[in-house]
């Protein structure tokens, strides 16, 4: 049993997810329990604010307005993109230091894992007593070590609803649909939309993710193979596909974005989805409708459509984090782990900072079917548990 | 009271919606209630279907799948794109009397109300008794004499959860987000973002409708003044923005699309988007993040975010239409008008098909704020009833 005393940071940190403050209230929450340590603050906009000592005192909130931040997507605390090198995390430290603060908690991706492994490092380099945890938080699902991350289930749940719906609206009017998901480097997401083929013609009936290199021509091939098969063609893209040993797609295109006047490149998101319309244009016979969406930042903040396994578990894995911190005397990442399929079931455990840092995990390609164009159905044994109910939809024949 | 036999058919035209389903079920229930007069045919593929005898018989479809149908979004039927001149009506009316059709209904915009006025007129010609009825739909909510349209309350829902997520998102990592909303005539779609802003520091800050004239530089002026008041900048903007006098920015910017090897335009959506962004990059001084999203066909057929309200009338709208034609003797266009405000209420009315044919309305130029660049919050009250119920947020401080 831990009896440091001293006061606690929780901060929130990269791209916000609709279940990211499920874990800043679950941190805050059971730290409510043990309150004799001192005062807990928030980072206002990560460790940006951190090492401006720019912080939000979140002692005293009551539990109603705990609760509807809870339930509100975004980063509450605000967050931050920086990456913190050694030297920005000795700064860390040493305001931590000052403030007296004993706990540090941080919620995000790999990098915040890093920066709070680096972070554990230096006060330990000082002799300073800081205990230092990570909250999983990704809608990539792509963290080491967990089954999956808090984040994902409802981005999945989201991308899988999107999908649904824009099968039929592609039904109703039939051509060939693009539609490009989040995923810079693994393809958890996109292959979330097998969930909306509820019926064997329903889309995507291509499935393209970063784990399997791009092929133009093939690519091509197979959009004809679908306008045989089923008079259209729906097709999830993550942002992430890149041609053999080459640079993401989008980032190649982005090399050719225009400029503004002082000199940044604009970053166009869906000029992806552009670029694989021109190629069907190009490549398949015959007058297409041709559209593509990108579906954008609605994939992490979009309100009122949440798993409820992801918001359960996202506000799991913060107080357990605190938990760990209160009354027990380990550092480390808060990990999830499945211990049943059929039902699903969860359990949580604490592994090292660096077992999650840095690098990331792939989708398995065991899901990749052959001919590398789809996600194979299997698929949705994995997701559809994360993901939790999605709507119900109803056909005339 | 009506007592002529023969058969119905009902079709579903132009872009799907939430709630198009509803309509269609409404008259299928209400006709299954004067099953003595024949048989009710649906159109797969609306008057394109017609046309080339694609008929679907609907009258014995079971209440469960006519409730699951209604629940569904975009169009059951299959919809189309074709806008019928005199020549085309002249061969739905010829079809129409090969199958002994008495009964016409057609669920869709301004331009089906037309084709219906046609065959209307058509059938009258000729001495055929042809019962004709137009049934409003239309995200847009452009049609003349209606208070709004089924189908735009749930978009008004959609877009306004959309930019609470995306206006937190932002506040998270602060910068300029612009959304791109459908509506190629009318901004009431894009005014329906004034939902999202639950405080007075919530986005969108900017509002910008097609009823307005574009202009650059004041918009550059507008975006710069959010950022120095807000420190960040969310935006709304119709599809269908113009300069004065000139066609909208959209298909300007199309006119310089690249063309694919067939000689076709692509047509991409997000151009507008990254042309503002480059206005914004170029005009506006300081390190700014600026980003677009296209909201695109999601905005239309997303399932599971749907208004309660929205959803009643649209069934209304389609079992009023039947009853008017299986116990009346009128034919016309349904309407909705809105008979109370708080508490919201509305009724349903019949009108001339001419009524509502071809020309549309616009959103009322009093609720554009002084400067053009926003939507006054008076709109709330008008707009607010129509999208029902919101996602609820919750704030730290």
């Not at 291509?206 to 089923?230: C, G, H, K, M, N």
């Not at 409708?289 to 992801?310: E, I, N």
């Not at 918001?311 to 799991?316: G, H, P, S, V």
């Not at 899901?367 to 194979?376: A, K, L």
Request: charged share 25%; proline share 4%.
């Amino acid at each position: 049993m831990s009896n440091t005393r001293g006061n606690a940071i929780v901060g929130q940190s990269g791209g916000p997810t609709c279940v990211i403050n499920q874990s800043l209230v679950g941190v805050v929450e059971e730290f409510q329990k043990h309150e004799h340590i001192g005062r807990i603050f928030g980072m206002h906009h990560g460790v940006a604010g951190l090492v401006k000592e720019d912080l939000i005192d979140l002692t005293d909130i009551d539990q109603a307005t705990l609760d509807a931040v809870a339930g509100t997507p975004s980063s509450a605390l605000g967050s931050s993109r920086d990456k913190p090198d050694h030297a920005y995390c000795e700064r860390i430290f040493e305001i931590c230091r000052k403030h007296d603060i004993r706990y540090y908690f941080y919620i995000g991706g790999n990098d915040s894992a890093d920066a709070a492994r680096i972070v554990n490092e230096v006060a330990r380099d000082a002799g300073y007593e800081l205990r230092v945890f990570h909250i999983p938080k990704t809608i990539d699902n792509d963290l080491r070590v967990n089954d999956h991350t808090p984040g994902f289930g409802t981005a999945a749940k989201w991308v899988a609803s999107a999908f649904m719906g824009d099968d039929l609206d592609n039904r109703s009017l039939p051509g060939v649909k693009i539609n490009v998901i989040m995923g810079r480097n693994a393809g958890f997401l996109t292959a979330a939309s097998v969930l909306a083929r509820v019926r064997e013609d329903c889309g995507p009936h291509l499935i393209y993710v970063p784990e399997v290199d791009f092929d133009e021509s093939a690519f091509v091939a197979s959009v004809a193979r679908s306008i045989t098969q089923f008079g259209r063609c729906v097709i999830a893209v993550s942002e992430g596909i890149h041609r053999t040993g080459e640079k993401p797609l989008a980032n190649l295109l982005a090399e050719d974005a225009p400029v503004d006047s002082h000199g940044n490149k604009l970053l166009i998101g869906a000029a992806l989805g552009t670029y694989l319309q021109k190629l069907i244009g190009d490549g398949v016979e015959g007058k297409l409708r041709v559209r593509s969406d990108t579906f954008g930042y609605l994939q992490r903040c979009f309100p009122g459509v949440v798993s409820a396994v992801d918001a359960r578990e996202a506000r799991e894995v913060g107080r357990i984090a605190a938990r760990y911190a209160f009354t027990g005397d380990r550092d480390g990442s808060v990990v999830i782990l499945r211990s049943n399929d059929d039902p699903y079931q969860s359990v949580y455990d604490l592994t090292d900072l660096s077992d999650v840092a840095r690098d990331t995990k792939h989708l398995d390609l065991k899901y990749v079917t052959e001919g590398g164009d789809n996600i194979d159905d299997s698929f949705k044994k994995y997701v559809a548990p994360l993901a939790g109910e999605l709507p119900k939809v109803g056909f005339l024949r």
